[in-house]
């Protein structure tokens, strides 16, 4: 089973993509981040808190473990 999309499955994403951003243009978050990796990070913690409180947080985390690697080798009691 192949894990690349077949050209059906991106035409189809590419048409949701398309009404999705005509319907919301000006759509954005209020989460803080400068890369994929605390976009991703920010939106996981935000399932269980505000983006505000996210916002606060985040800053330190970030300085503390920049990298994905750098998180997942911390002390889960640190992070």
């Known amino acids: 089973m192949s894990s690349l999309p077949t050209t059906e499955e991106r035409r189809t ?3 949701f993509l398309n009404r999705l951003t005509k319907r919301y243009p000006d759509i954005s978050t209020a989460l803080d981040y400068r890369d994929p990796w605390q976009l ?3 939106t996981v913690l935000s ?3 505000t983006d ?3 916002n606060k947080v985040t ?3 970030f300085e503390r473990y920049p990298t994905a ?3 997942a ?3 889960p009691e640190d992070v």
Do not use: C, F, M, Y
């Open 13 to 15: 994403a590419r048409v």
């Open 40 to 42: 991703l990070v920010a």
């Open 47 to 49: 399932a269980q808190t």
């Open 52 to 54: 505000e409180n996210v």
């Open 59 to 61: 800053p330190g985390l």
């Open 69 to 71: 690697e750098d998180l």
């Open 73 to 75: 080798s911390g002390d």
